[in-house]
């Protein structure tokens, strides 16, 4: 197996791992957005964000996936690279055990940038 087979390997289980996720959480901040206001509070953030911040990763996830422009393509990995990180420390610092989700998340979309480079970049 070529050493790019394996990077796009890396590619589409990061990626499409990384799409659940945030399927996921879309899905929780449309369907169970009284649970989701709640966090958002806990953490001093405004409401009003959740929705905005859903159809963000939405369009995110479409445009990682599309790679049909690699500005728009590196746009929404460092948007998911700063709204991780930034979740990470989020729940860290709040103290309600619940970092490791967004840690997961950076992996996979580091996984998912780094790969991408390599398999269809040669």
């Known amino acids: ?19 659940a996720l945030m399927l996921l959480s879309v899905g929780n901040y449309f369907f169970n ?23 963000l990763k939405l369009l995110g996830v479409a445009a990682i ?4 422009q690699s500005v728009v393509t590196e746009w929404a990995y460092a948007g998911f690279f700063f709204n991780f990180t930034l979740a990470f420390f989020a729940h860290l610092m709040i103290g309600d ?18 790969t991408s480079g390599k398999a269809f970049n040669s």
């Open 1 to 19: 197996m070529t050493s790019q087979k394996k990077y796009k390997i890396g590619f589409w289980i990061s990626t499409g791992l990384l799409t």
């Open 65 to 68: 996936w599309s790679r049909f």
């Open 97 to 114: 055990g619940q970092q490791f989700g967004a840690l997961i998340a950076l992996i996979l979309l580091l996984t998912s940038r780094f």
């Open 33 to 55: 957005y009284t649970e989701i206001s709640k966090a958002f509070q806990s953490f001093g953030y405004p409401t009003y964000i959740i929705y905005p911040l859903a159809v």
